[in-house]
Nanobody
Framework: QGQFVESGGGLVQPGGSLRLSCTGS????????MGWFRQAPGKQRELVAS???????????NYADSVKGRFTISRDVATFTTDLQMNSLNPEDTAVYYC?????????WGQGTQVTVSS
């Protein structure tokens, strides 16, 4: 079945932007709900953004309070990709970022992509 593969991280100055991308095979990608998680040093992994299908055929998004208004999650179910646009980054956003289903499946965690916000 495989694992998700994340990319797009890097070093960015405070106030900068990054766009993360996640790919996975069709067998692990969830057409219902996908999310971006992050884990900062010494902290637990947390869900920062998710996107899910609704009964109306649209998509709904949810964000952690700490990133609301700055991050935007999107996905393409045809290509099994989930992206995270991150703007106005600050040092507290420094973490390894992962994508996974929501709720996450342990076998699907990838290596993540490191985001470091520093001047």
């Amino acid at each position: 079945q495989g694992q998700f593969v994340e990319s797009g991280g890097g070093l960015v100055q405070p106030g900068g932007s990054l766009r993360l991308s996640c790919t996975g095979s069709g067998s692990i990608f969830s057409s219902y709900e996908m999310g971006w998680f992050r884990q900062a040093p010494g902290k637990q992994r947390e869900l920062v953004a998710s996107v899910r299908s609704t009964i109306h055929g649209t998509e709904a998004t949810n964000y952690a309070d700490s990133v609301k208004g700055r991050f935007t999650i999107s996905r393409d179910v045809a290509t099994f990709t989930t992206d995270l646009q991150m703007n106005s980054l600050n040092p507290e956003d420094t973490a390894v970022y992962y994508c996974n289903r929501v709720p996450p499946q342990n076998n699907y965690w990838g290596q993540g992509t490191q985001v470091t916000v520093s001047s």
